[in-house]
């Protein structure tokens, strides 16, 4: 009764972190899925973001198949304020395209990005900010769980940044090449039990006559401190390419600055069909330092340290927590 209380106990106090601040305790990944949460990593944290996936399609009316394997990538770096970061990010393919509608198989390998993009975030609205109601209950676990309406408001960030393609790149329209422009809303709802829903709406390569709108639903739910499990629905719609993707998988927390994740990636159609398996790892070095902060009394302190030395004893909390 005791372990269980306790690890309920850290398991609210992760979550508050996680949903009302820009820097954490623990890493704040958008990894196992392609999102982006509507949060920073927080000042002087850069943070690695990295994963392999395969590659294996076929196209049943163009008779033809691709197989291959690829490398994504993110850096992102929190940049003077708590609401802004910049992030670099990019995926690199190599495959092997077979077309089999002629009398002998014809095959052609492939590589090169899929995408590469600089841009910046900068988180514009956070609903809990300074509010009262955003602090867990440490009396009540049932409390902490029970359904509150104002977290159907999101947090909302934009994102503004520049493709770079390069000439005759096989993932590509055939007009892209170059700097194009990227945008997106993102945005973020924190339920309580350990829920947390992002939505991404972006428009891509801007200004191509092959210009892209993709949205991106991702619905994460954290069973434990270290295990995490998600769904993901990915629609991408331009006269070069669209599809609509589904992923599922999860993540496990081995440290504060470190996570494992793995996924898999499918569609529900034959122009082509898609399944791909992902596995990726993130790396925080954590830089972060928490601002002084005024006690009324002429002196200055380190916020940080002063909330971990505020201890409750186990009488404290409700009996019925648990």
């Not at 929190?78 to 690199?92: K, N, P, R, W």
């Not at 609205?125 to 300074?130: E, G, Q, R, S, V």
């Not at 669209?242 to 494992?260: E, M, T």
């Not at 928490?290 to 909330?307: A, V």
């Amino acid at each position: 009764m005791r372990i269980l209380k306790s690890i309920s106990i850290l398991i609210l106090i992760l979550t508050y972190s996680m949903s009302y601040a820009q820097y954490t305790e623990v890493i704040n990944s958008n990894r196992p899925g392609l999102s982006e949460s509507a949060f920073a990593v927080g000042v002087n944290v850069i943070q690695f973001e990295v994963g392999a996936f395969t590659v294996k399609e076929e196209h049943v009316p163009l008779e033809y198949e691709v197989a291959g394997f690829g490398l994504d990538f993110s850096v992102r770096y929190g940049l003077l304020f708590e609401q802004l970061e910049i992030l670099l990010d990019g995926a690199y393919q190599n495959d092997q395209i077979t077309f089999n509608s002629a009398s002998v198989a014809v095959e052609r390998d492939r590589s090169n990005f899929r995408n590469f993009t600089l841009g910046a975030k900068y988180l514009v609205y956070d609903p809990y900010k300074n509010a009262e109601e955003a602090k867990p209950n440490l009396y009540s676990y049932h409390a902490n769980r029970k359904f509150q309406w104002k977290s159907l408001i999101p947090a909302v960030a934009v994102y503004a940044g520049a493709n770079f393609d390069t000439k005759d790149n096989p993932y590509t329209a055939p007009d892209v090449e170059g700097f194009s422009p990227k945008v997106m809303i993102a945005t973020q709802n924190n339920f309580n039990g350990g829920w947390v829903f992002v939505m991404n709406l972006i428009k891509d390569r801007i200004g191509s006559e092959f210009s892209e709108f993709q949205y991106i639903f991702t619905l994460t739910h954290s069973f434990t401190p270290q295990w995490v499990v998600f769904g993901e629905a990915q629609g991408i719609s331009s006269d070069f390419y669209a599809d609509n993707i589904f992923r599922i998988g999860g993540a496990y927390l081995w440290n504060k600055d470190f996570q494992l994740d793995a996924n898999i990636a499918f569609n529900t159609k034959d122009t082509p069909s898609v399944f791909n398996i992902a596995f990726g790892a993130s790396y925080r070095l954590d830089f972060h330092k928490d601002k002084k902060i005024d006690n009324g009394n002429g002196n200055t302190g380190n916020y940080k340290k002063k909330r971990k030395n505020r201890k409750k004893t186990e009488d404290e909390f409700d009996s019925d927590g648990i």
